[in-house]
């Protein structure tokens, strides 16, 4: 069975720091094109960092560029988000997805991912 399963969110003062992981089972996902997500209730899942397949390709959204880092440790089958100065916000839950088959132009679409973890709750406050 695949499983997907986000931890490290929690509260965090503004201009601090985070670290997401994602432990992948169930199957090796090096060859996967892995992702983080962010939502807010009500609206669409944005996709903040991937990494496309095996590959040392990237994306990230304008909004986090500079300040979110993604990689991953396939000999843990593992992805991480380091999220560096964070500002003050909505509560995001962030969801970590991965998908096998998916194309470059794809990546930042939710719907094109077979796999998603249960999500952890990052807030920003003082």
């Known amino acids: 069975q695949v499983r997907l399963v986000e931890s490290g969110g929690g509260l965090v003062q503004p201009g601090g720091s985070l670290r997401l992981s994602c432990a992948a089972s169930?199957?090796?996902?090096?060859?996967?094109?892995m992702a983080w997500f962010r939502q807010v209730p009500g609206k669409e899942r944005e996709c903040v960092a991937a990494k496309f397949r095996g590959s040392s390709s990237t994306h990230y959204a304008d909004s986090v560029k500079g300040r979110f880092t993604i990689s991953r440790d396939n000999s843990k089958n593992t992805v991480y988000l380091q999220m560096d100065s964070l500002q003050p916000a909505v509560s995001y839950v962030y969801y970590c997805?991965?998908?096998?088959?998916?194309?470059?132009?794809?990546?930042?679409?939710?719907?094109?991912?077979?796999?998603w973890g249960q999500g952890t709750q990052v807030t920003v406050s003082s």
């Open positions: 997805a991965a998908d096998s088959s998916l194309i470059w132009s794809s990546l930042r679409h939710p719907q094109q991912y077979d796999y």
């Open positions: 169930g199957r090796t996902f090096s060859r996967d094109t």
